[in-house]
Each structure stands twice: as structure tokens, then as C-alpha cells.
């Protein structure tokens, strides 16, 4: 059975695309939660002009974000924090993080691009993964100095 994705389901297709499944998978699960509809003329014929304008919608944010990752490649943020010995009495999350480069390289990011194990609680230099896409990752040099 064909149906067209209304959202991006995970191992099986992206918004708009037309895929093929198994009826009682596209019965008792795509349909009931609104992942997809039914792969009639009309829907098919929507979902190609949708897909068109997503392929390049991200394009567009794929070449964005490369001169972005360019930017923030020689970016190194400084924080001065209260700290005793080698811990912090607080610690740097991802707010933080998104506030410094706001400031520093004038990039607007979300908060789910930043992507921390943990908050940094110690001093000394750090790194931290920024994801722009799927695709384009960067390392951001987080130096933390006590106060």
C-alpha cells in the first residue's frame, strides 16, 4: 500500500515523500497518529510540488549553515565563573552557550542545536558540538576561567 507522510517518521521517509508499507502498519499506526494519508492522484501530485519546495528550502539552510559552521570554526567563548578549586559553583548549559555566540559571532541558534553529554562544571577548556543540520556539525572551544 502507497501513503504519503504528512510528518518525518524515523527509518521510513521524510514529510512528502511517497512510500510503500504494509496496510495494517499504515492502518493501525500511520493513520491513526496523522503520519500519513492515503496515496490517492491528488495527494501524490501535492506531495511532489511540497517535496520540491523542501528540497530546496534545505538547500538553501544547508548552504546557510555551512557559512555559519565557517564562522563559529574560529570562535573560542569566555566565561568567568565563581568558582573553588577546579569546580564551578554553577555551571554553563546550553542557554549559556547560545547567549555567547548571540553576542560573540552574531548567530541565532535554537537550543536543541547545541548538544552537551553533560553542563560544564569545571574550569579549563571545553568542547562543545554544535548541530546546524543533519549534516554540518561543529566543535565550539568553550574556555572557562574563575573569577
Not at 563559529?72 to 568558582?83: D, I, R
Not at 541558534?109 to 554540518?136: A, N, R, S, Y
Request: aromatic residues 4%; proline residues 3%.
Amino acid at each position: 500500500m502507497q501513503v504519503v507522510l504528512k510528518k518525518r517518521v524515523p527509518k521510513l521517509g521524510n514529510e512528502h515523500d511517497i512510500v510503500k508499507v504494509k496496510p495494517g502498519f499504515a492502518r493501525n499506526f500511520l493513520f491513526p497518529l496523522k503520519f500519513a494519508l492515503p496515496a490517492t492522484e491528488t495527494e501524490i501530485k501535492r506531495a511532489e510540488i511540497l517535496k520540491a519546495k523542501r528540497v530546496e528550502k534545505v538547500e538553501t539552510l544547508l548552504e546557510n549553515a555551512k557559512e555559519v559552521a565557517e564562522k563559529l570554526k574560529s570562535v573560542t567563548l569566555t566565561f568567568k565563573k565563581k568558582a573553588r578549586a577546579e569546580k564551578l559553583y554553577g555551571s554553563i548549559k546550553e542557554k549559556d552557550i547560545i547567549d555567547a555566540l548571540n553576542e560573540q559571532a552574531k548567530v541565532e541558534l535554537k537550543k536543541e542545536m547545541v548538544k552537551m553529554d553533560d553542563h560544564l562544571k569545571t574550569l579549563g577548556e571545553h568542547t562543545v558540538k554544535v548541530q546546524l543540520t543533519e549534516d554540518v556539525v561543529v566543535k565550539v572551544k568553550v574556555m572557562i576561567e574563575a573569577e
